[in-house]
C-alpha cells in the first residue's frame, strides 16, 4: 500500500522521481542494461556503493517529500488564485514566524543528513589494512595497473577499433567500454588504489565499486574497495585530459581467490619471458613490423599514423631532426619524455624490445631512411648507463 | 529635455548614457548568447549517435569549452549587466549611472576580449580545449599556443566585469532619490549590489590565476606543475574560489528579477522583503566558504571534505528561504500568466529542482558518484538556463514595454515559453540519468547504454535552441512593428520608479530626482 501510494505520488511529481521508481538496478554480472532502464545510480558490489546508494536515494526522498510541499502550494495557488476566476488578492507580506519556521526545519533536515553521510565518508577514507595494493597511473590516454611487491604491471588501454568509432565498422556490445587487458582483482579482500598520473590529472571511476579518485601528476591519492560478488565492472575516466578523455575506459575483472592466485602466477611467468626476449637481437624487417603496430598503438594518437602529427599541437615526426639524427637523442626522448610537453617518458610504459621496435620504425617509416637499427639490448643500456 | 542622443555611430561609440549602454549589453550578450548555442548545437548534433559523425574530438573539447566560456562571461554575466544599466538608474530615480564613461570603456572593452577568445578558433592549434574551468596542467603545459590569447580575453573580460560592479556600486550608494533608503530599494537594486561586491571581490582572483598559467606556460615558473615543485590541485583551489562566487554572481540578479515580476503579476507585495535581503546576504557570504565542494575526488584531508560539506548544505538554507517567499508571495495573490509571469515561474519550478540537485551534490560521499559525470551537467543548466537565462529572458518582456513604447506579442511570447519550458526539460533531465548511470561529462563519444537518452537530449535541445530564434524575431518585430503603447504602468500590478516615467523612456529621466515617500 504504501509503495503504491509512493508510486503514485512518483508519477504525478516532479520528474525528480523518475529516478527512484524506474531504477530498480538489478545488477548482473556484466549485465549492462540498455538504454532507457538506465535511470539510477547502480547500487554496486561494494560496501561503500551501497552506503552511496542508500544515502542518495535518502536525499532522492527528501527531496521528493519537499518538493511535493513547495510544488503543492504553487500549483494549488496558480489554480485557485487567479485572476481569471474573479479570486481578490490578500496583503499580507510578512511573517517573522513563518520566516524562522522555514529556516530552521531544513536546518534540522540537513543535520539529519548528516549524520550517515560522515559515518560513509569516514568508511571510504579508511584506507587502512589493505590485503593489495595497485598502483593506478594514468597516461593520455590510457591507465597503467602496478601490482605492488608482485612485479606485475601491464597497460590497460581501448580496443575498440578507429573505423568502429568512425562508423565505418559496426559496434560491437562493449564499445568504448573494453581494453586489451583488465584489472584483475580477488572478491572479498580489501584492495587499496594508489592513484597518480603521468601527464594531467585524470580520474579513476568506476560506478559499481563506488570509486572515484583522481590521478594527479607528481601526488599519490588513496582510496579503496572490498569487492563481495564476481563479474566484470566497467567505468571510465572523469576528469577531462585531453582528445582521448572518452577513449580510455577501465574495466575490473573480479574473480575468486583462487582463479586471482593463478592469474597472478601467470603474468610473473609471462613478465619473466619478455626480460628474457630484451637480450635477443632482431632483423630490420621483425623490428619494423612490431614497431609499426607498436607505433599505432602507443604514439599514433598524437603523431599520427603518417607520422605527420598534428600542426600547431604535436610535431611532425616525417622528416624530423630527431628521428634522422643521432640515436641517444631520439633514445633520450622516448625514454624520458620532453618535459613541459606532451611527449611522455615511455621508459617505464614499454617493453625494451617495443621501445627498439618504434625506434626503428620511426626511424625508416614514410620515407624517414636513416637505415639503422636500434636492438633492445641498445634500450636496456640507455636505461642503464642514466 | 534638454537635448536627445548624438546622430550616426558616435551615439554608440561614444556612448554615455545608461540606456544606450544598456542596450549595447543586451544585444552584445545575445548576440553572444547565439554564438555560445552554436557552440552547444554542435556538441548535442555530435552526441546525437554514439560514435564520431561530425566533429573529431579536439574539435569536440573545443566546443564544450568554448560554449562554456561564451555562455557564462558572454552571454549571462553581460546581459544582466546590461539590465542593470538599464534599470537601476530608473529604480532608484538616478539621472544616470554614477561614472558614466567608465561605463563606456567596460562596454567597449569587451567585444575586444571576445575577439581575441574566438579568433582563436582559426589559429592553428585551435580553441581553448581545456574546459571552461581549464585545470592545470591540461591547461598549461599541455595546452596549445592560443592559450595565451584566452588568458588575455579572459584579463580583458574580468577587467570589464570590475569596472561594472565599481559603477553600479558608486550608483547605488550614492544617487538614491531622497527617501530611497536602502531597506525600501528594489530586490533587484539590492541583489545586484551585492553581486557587485562579490565581483570586485572574485574577479582579480581570476585574473591571478590566468597569470599564474601565463607565468607557468611563458616564464619557467611551477605554480601548477609538480616537476618544479608546484602543485596542480593549488590551481583547482584558486579557480574555485573565484568560481563558487562567479555561480552566485549569475544567479543573484536573476533572483532580483523575479522578485520584481512575481508580486506584479500575483497583485501582491513581496512576501518577506527584509528576509530576502538577509538571504541573499546569508548566500553571498557562504559563497566564500564553500569552493572545495566542486573538489571531493581530488583527495582532500577528510576534515575539509568534512567542512565543505556541511558548509555546502547550510547554503540550501537561504536559498530555500528565497522558494519559499516567492511562493508565499503568489499564494493568495490574484495570479495572471503573462509571458514574463511564465518565465518567472518556470524560473522558481526549474531553480528549485536545481537546488535539489545541489542538495545531493553537497553530500560528499554521494558526489563521489556524481561528481564530473552528467549528472553536474543536469545540475548546473537548471541553475544557470532555467535559472538565469529564464529569468532574463522574463526581464526582458517585463520591461521591453517601457524601453520601446511598444507591446510585444503576446502569443508569440507564450508559444516560445512553451517550446523553451518544453525543450529545455527534454534537453536536461535526462542528462540526470546518463549520470547517474554512469557517463562522464566532457564525452566526445560514449558507450551504447547510453545511446537512447543521448538522442532525447539532443532533440530537447534543438527544441530549446530553436525557441531562442523566435525570441529574436519576437524582440526585433517588437521594436520595429510592435503595437505603440504609451501607458506609464505596462502592467497593474507593477510597483516601483520606473513605473512612474513616460513610456518609452525618455533619453534622459529623473534629472530632477523624485521624492519617495
Ligand atoms: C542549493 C544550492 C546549491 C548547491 C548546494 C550546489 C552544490 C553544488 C555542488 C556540490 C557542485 C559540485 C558538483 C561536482 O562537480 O561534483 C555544484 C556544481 C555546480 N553548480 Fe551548484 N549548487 C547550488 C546552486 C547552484 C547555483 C545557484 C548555481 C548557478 C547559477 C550553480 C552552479 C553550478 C555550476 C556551474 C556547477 C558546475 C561547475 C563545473 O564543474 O563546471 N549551483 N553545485
Ligand atoms: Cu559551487
Given amino acids: ?386 | 529635455m534638454a537635448h536627445g542622443p548624438a546622430k550616426g555611430i558616435g551615439r554608440w561609440l561614444f556612448a554615455t548614457n545608461h540606456k544606450d549602454i544598456g542596450t549595447m549589453y543586451l544585444w552584445f550578450s545575445f548576440a553572444m548568447f547565439l554564438l555560445g548555442g552554436t557552440f552547444a548545437m554542435i556538441i548535442r548534433a555530435e552526441l546525437f549517435a554514439p560514435g564520431m559523425q561530425l566533429v573529431k574530438p579536439e574539435f569536440f573539447n573545443q566546443m564544450t569549452t568554448m560554449h562554456g566560456l561564451v555562455m557564462v562571461f558572454g552571454a549571462i554575466m553581460p546581459s544582466f549587466v546590461g539590465l542593470a544599466n538599464w534599470m537601476i538608474p530608473l529604480q532608484i530615480g538616478a539621472p544616470d549611472m554614477a561614472l558614466p564613461r567608465m561605463n563606456n570603456l567596460s562596454f567597449w572593452i569587451l567585444p575586444f576580449g571576445f575577439a581575441l577568445l574566438a579568433s582563436t578558433l582559426f589559429m592553428e592549434g585551435g580553441a581553448p580545449n581545456f574546459g571552461w574551468t581549464f585545470y592545470a596542467p591540461l591547461s598549461t603545459t599541455y595546452a596549445p599556443d592560443t592559450v595565451n590569447f584566452f588568458i588575455f580575453g579572459v584579463h580583458i573580460i574580468g577587467a570589464s566585469s570590475i569596472m561594472g560592479s565599481i559603477n553600479i556600486i558608486a550608483t547605488v550608494l550614492n544617487l538614491r532619490a531622497p527617501g530611497m533608503t536602502m531597506m525600501k530599494l528594489p530586490l533587484f537594486v539590492w541583489t545586484w549590489l551585492i553581486t557587485a561586491f562579490l565581483l570586485v571581490a572574485v574577479m582579480p582572483v581570476l585574473a591571478g590565476v590566468v597569470t599564474m598559467m601565463l607565468m607557468d606556460i611563458n616564464f619557467g615558473t611551477s605554480f601548477f606543475d609538480a616537476a618544479g615543485g608546484g602543485d596542480p590541485v593549488l590551481f583547482q583551489h584558486i579557480f574555485w574560489f573565484f568560481g563558487h562566487p562567479e555561480v552566485y554572481i549569475i544567479i543573484l540578479p536573476a533572483f532580483g528579477v523575479v522578485s520584481a515580476i512575481i508580486p506584479t503579476f500575483s497583485r501582491k507585495p513581496l512576501f518577506g522583503y527584509s528576509s530576502m535581503v538577509y538571504a541573499t546576504s546569508a548566500i553571498a557570504f557562504l559563497s566564500f566558504i564553500v569552493w572545495a565542494h566542486h573538489m571531493f575526488t581530488t583527495g582532500m584531508p577528510i576534515a575539509g571534505e568534512l567542512y565543505f560539506m556541511y558548509a555546502t548544505m547550510l547554503i540550501a538554507v537561504p536559498t530555500g528561504v528565497k522558494v519559499f517567499n516567492w511562493i508565499t508571495t503568489m499564494f493568495r495573490g490574484s495570479l495572471s500568466f503573462e509571458t514574463p509571469m511564465l518565465f518567472a515561474i518556470a524560473f522558481v519550478i526549474l531553480f528549485t529542482f536545481g537546488g535539489f540537485t545541489g542538495l545531493m551534490l553537497a553530500v560528499a560521499p554521494a558526489d563521489i558518484q556524481y561528481h564530473d559525470s552528467y549528472f553536474v551537467v543536469g545540475h548546473f543548466h537548471y541553475v544557470m538556463v532555467a535559472g538565469a537565462v529564464f529569468s532574463m529572458t522574463a526581464g526582458i518582456y517585463y520591461w521591453l514595454p517601457k524601453w520601446c513604447g511598444k507591446m510585444y506579442d503576446e502569443t508569440m511570447g507564450k508559444l516560445q515559453f512553451w517550446i523553451a519550458f518544453i525543450g529545455f526539460n527534454i534537453a536536461f533531465i535526462p542528462q540526470h540519468f546518463l549520470g547517474l548511470a554512469g557517463m562522464p561529462r566532457r564525452y566526445a563519444d560514449y558507450a551504447l547504454q547510453f545511446s537512447d537518452w543521448n538522442m532525447v537530449s539532443s532533440i530537447g535541445a534543438f527544441m530549446y535552441g530553436a525557441a531562442q530564434l523566435l525570441f529574436l524575431y519576437n524582440v526585433i518585430r517588437t521594436i520595429v512593428a510592435g503595437e505603440p503603447t504609451s501607458e506609464e504602468k505596462t502592467w497593474e500590478g507593477a510597483e516601483g520608479l520606473e513605473w512612474t516615467l513616460p513610456t518609452p523612456a525618455p533619453f534622459h529621466t529623473f534629472s530632477t530626482p523624485p521624492e519617495v515617500k
Fill in chain 1, 1 to 386: 500500500m504504501v509503495s503504491r501510494l509512493k508510486q503514485l505520488v512518483a508519477y504525478a511529481l516532479s520528474p525528480l522521481l523518475l529516478l527512484s521508481f524506474v531504477g530498480q538496478n538489478a545488477h548482473a554480472e556484466d549485465a549492462h542494461a540498455s538504454g532507457w532502464s538506465l535511470l539510477n545510480m547502480p547500487q554496486g558490489v561494494t560496501s561503500v556503493s551501497n552506503d552511496i546508494y542508500d544515502l542518495h536515494m535518502t536525499v532522492v526522498w527528501i527531496c521528493v517529500w519537499i518538493s511535493v510541499v513547495v510544488y503543492g502550494v504553487m500549483f494549488y495557488s496558480m489554480f485557485a488564485h487567479r485572476k481569471s476566476k474573479g479570486y481578490k488578492a490578500a496583503n499580507f507580506h510578512e511573517s517573522t514566524t513563518v520566516e524562522l519556521l522555514w529556516t530552521i526545519v531544513p536546518v534540522l533536515i540537513l543535520i539529519w543528513v548528516a549524520f550517515p553521510s560522515t559515518k560513509s565518508l569516514i568508511e571510504l577514507y579508511d584506507t587502512t589494512e589493505a590485503d593489495i595494493d595497485i598502483k593506478i597511473t594514468g597516461y593520455q590516454w590510457k591507465w597503467q595497473y602496478e601490482y605492488l611487491g608482485e612485479g606485475v604491471e601491464f597497460m590497460s588501454e581501448l580496443t575498440t577499433s578507429e573505423p568502429a568509432i568512425y562508423n565505418l565498422e559496426p559496434k560491437t556490445e562493449f564499445y568504448l567500454s573494453e581494453v586489451n587487458e583488465p584489472l584483475v582483482l580477488p572478491v572479498g579482500k580489501k584492495v587499496r588504489f594508489l592513484l597518480t598520473a603521468k601527464d594531467v590529472i585524470h580520474s579513476w571511476w568506476v560506478p559499481d565499486l563506488g570509486v572515484k579518485r583522481d590521478a594527479v601528476p607528481g601526488f599519490i591519492n588513496e582510496t579503496w574497495a572490498k569487492i563481495d560478488e564476481p563479474g566484470v565492472y566497467r567505468g571510465f575516466c572523469a576528469e577531462l585530459c585531453g582528445k582521448g578523455h572518452a577513449f580510455m575506459p577501465i574495466v575490473v575483472n573480479a574473480v575468486s581467490e583462487d582463479e586471482y592466485k593463478t592469474w597472478l602466477a601467470e603474468k610473473k611467468e609471462a613478465a619473466a619471458v619478455l626480460r628474457e626476449m630484451a637480450k635477443q637481437t632482431f632483423t630490420l624487417e621483425q623490428l619494423m613490423a612490431k614497431g609499426e603496430v607498436a607505433y599505432n598503438r602507443s604514439c599514433a594518437g598524437c603523431h599520427s599514423g603518417n607520422g605527420e602529427g598534428i600542426p600547431g599541437a604535436f610535431p611532425a615526426l616525417k622528416g624530423s631532426a630527431i628521428a634522422l639524427g643521432p640515436v641517444a637523442k631520439h633514445l633520450d626522448v622516448m625514454v624520458n619524455g620532453v618535459s613541459g610537453t606532451a611527449m611522455q617518458a615511455f621508459g617505464g610504459q614499454l617493453s625494451e624490445v617495443d621501445l627498439a621496435a618504434i625506434i626503428t620504425y620511426e626511424r625508416n617509416a614514410w620515407g624517414n631512411n636513416v637505415g639503422d637499427m636500434v636492438q633492445p639490448i641498445d634500450v636496456l643500456k640507455f636505461k642503464q648507463g642514466q
